[in-house]
Structure formats: C-alpha cells, structure tokens
C-alpha cells in the first residue's frame, strides 16, 4: 500500500539521467531486435519505466501499458496472463490502442495446450488431450489475436517440465502438426522447453523444417544459454530468450526477496554475456531477436534490459 500513494498526485516524476543513455542505447539497436519485460504492472519500476502519478492500483493497471510502450528500450512485452486462460477480445484490443503501431505482443499460450502431463489436481498423472491441439489454438488464441494485434506478433508455447519418461519422438510429432497447421496460418511459433530430455534431434529438426523459434530460456533446472546454443546448433529461425530465474533458485521465494522489483538484487554477468553473444549472432545473420526479462532473473527486468542493450550497443559503456 505504500508504494501504491506514489501514484496519487496528478504530476509526472521528473526522468532519471539515463534516460538520455537509455534514449541513445535504443536509437541505436537494430529494429531487428526487441527488448521486453514478462507482463508490466509493477509499481516498482516507478522512476525506471512510469513516470506519471496515477490514482490508485487500478488507474495503474488500466493505462500503464501506454507509458510502457514509450520507454526506449522496452519495444515487446510478453503477455504472461494469457497462459492461465484466453484473453477476450476487447482486453485484446484495449492493449492495441495503448502502444505505438510497431510495438508488438509476445502472445504466451494457453496452459491448456501447452501442458504434456498434468501434475496437480484431479487429472494429476493424466497426458493432456488438448496439448498441442490445433483446432482450439485457431479458434480460442489465434484468431481473437489476429482481430486485434494483427499477424506480426509470436505466439509462445511454453512447455512446462513433467515428472517420469519422456518420449522425445512423440514429442517431436506433435509439435511437428502444431507447426504444419500454424504455418499454413502464418502464425509465428516458438517453443520453449524446460526439460532438458526434450532438446533432442527429432525437435530440433522439426523446427528447423518451418523455422521455427527455439526459446532459450534462463531457468533454474536448464543448462546455461551458451549450452543449450551449443545443443541446437545454429538453427535459421528467429532467436527468443526468455531471462527468468537463476539455477538452484525457487520462484516463489526469488519474487519474495526481490519484491518491489526497484533495482538489480544479484548481477548475473555470465547470462548477459551470453545473451549478447547470442543477439550478436542474430544480428549478423540477419534475424530478428526477441529478448524477454521477467524481475526473478537479476531483480529489475528494465534494468536487466538496460545493461544488456547498453552493453550491446556501447560495449565500453559498461
């Protein structure tokens, strides 16, 4: 609640100094390239991203996504809350209306099929009969979004880990029709696994024949990004990184100890290094590059980014 009465008065904050860096660092990545936070309602990020006094908690929620949209480096943003259930139509087109017209959404699908084995709750120990299910992807996901967010924007399908056997090549099949089906949409897919059993040949394979994105995520139980590039080989479709949570750390209790999400709490140097090896590699082969932050990976995502395209950009600014 305290940190809800910084929104109550009708003034705007004044901009930090590194605006005018953070201003320079983005005129100068490739268009290419799109940095973005896991969701944006964080009140934490007030003299970072928001600079306006809003009302209360929900003037914040409502219209945040419009100050969002016009900070330098923050070009995409991942929509996390359409992973619990599809987003209607009018949530859809009221996120449109709020950002400039080459913004773009990273549209995480519904957990319903993305999810292999279901671990939790009276179907716990169950195969998912609706993972990977075209048919509710074109009428639940893909079409309320191309009503409103247009063609442009990814669709991410974010595998969540299952206990007991894998089966790589059933795997590999059904990702295989999923992909026939989008493509012949042109919806642009890619995958992200957080089973290292899963990152097998039949996969990679699969997604190199519809140049695909493979998401190379930073997560506590996934080898390093550099390992997992090193698994893949040089695939030809777009690069992701999704930057999320430290090896060996729990989300619940990093989100704890991170909270309110206002600075950088542990510097992960090695990551960023990587990634800018990764994005680097993007860029010469002229691909484009999506790089998604969530708060849990150093403690502020706009700061994570900041260092990152600064680096990138100005490599001796850092």
Known sequence: MAQLEL????????KPREWSRWAKVGSALPRNVR??????????????????RYKNRTEFVKRSLEEYGKHPLLRTVCLD???????PEEQLLAYRHQVPDDFRFVHKVWNELATRMFTRGERAGHFNKNFLNPDIF??????????????QSPFLVCIPPAG??????GFADRVDAFLER??????KVAFEVRDRRLLDDPYL???ERYRAGHVYNFWRNMPSLAAQRRRTGTLSGPL????????EKRFEETREAFAPFDRIQIPQPSMRQEVIELVSEAIRQKNDAWVIVNNKAEGCSPLTIAGIATQLTIPEAE
């Open 81 to 87: 809350r359409s992973y619990y259930r599809p987003i």
């Open 164 to 169: 007991g056997p894998v089966n790589a090549r």
């Open 240 to 247: 992701f990184l999704r930057l999320m949570l430290p090896p």
């Open 35 to 52: 940095f973005g936070t896991s969701s944006w309602t964080f009140e934490g990020w007030e003299k970072i991203v928001y600079f306006r």
């Open 7 to 14: 929104f109550e008065s009708p003034d705007a904050f004044e």
């Open 205 to 207: 394979r699969v997604l």
């Open 138 to 151: 074109e009428e639940q996901i893909l079409r309320p979004h191309r009503n409103t967010l247009g063609t």
């Open 182 to 187: 989008a493509q012949k949409f042109e919806a």
